[in-house]
């Protein structure tokens, strides 16, 4: 995944894109979705995401899914905090995950990798509010 921050938009759209779009259309000759997980902020290439062919698109954390989902045409995946999910309390991953529902999440999800040490006890809580929403 590349960033906006990385790249800015138009070295995104000039590199990314393109890429993105083969590998979509080599992806769905097989009858299989794509998603794509965007690292950091995105804000400067939400727009171009629409051109990449992702079937959803998944985000860090620090990405505002309200503003997101006014801009993408994709169901969102994401974006549950990892740091919270590591390091949370159950009570406050409860109460983020329902605000990530809330917020138009299609796909809850943890945010990016997990960290080995994250409890099974923490995911519960996440998939668990998401099963009886909240």
Not at 93 to 104: A, D, E, S
């Amino acid at each position: 995944s590349a960033t906006g921050e990385i790249l800015g938009k138009k070295h995104f759209e000039e590199f990314m894109i393109p890429m993105y779009k083969k590998i979509s259309e080599a992806v769905h000759k097989k009858e299989t979705k794509i998603i794509i997980h965007i690292c950091g902020k995105s804000k400067t290439i939400l727009e171009s995401l629409n051109k990449s062919g992702a079937d959803s698109i998944s985000f860090d954390s620090v990405v505002r899914i309200k503003e997101a989902k006014e801009i993408l045409i994709a169901p969102i995946m994401g974006n549950v905090s990892t740091q919270l999910l590591d390091q949370g309390e159950e009570e406050k991953i409860k109460m983020y995950t329902k605000m990530v529902i809330n917020n138009g999440t299609s796909i809850v999800s943890p945010a990016c990798g997990l960290a080995m040490s994250t409890s099974v006890k923490n995911l519960k809580a996440m998939t668990d509010t998401v099963k009886y929403k909240g």
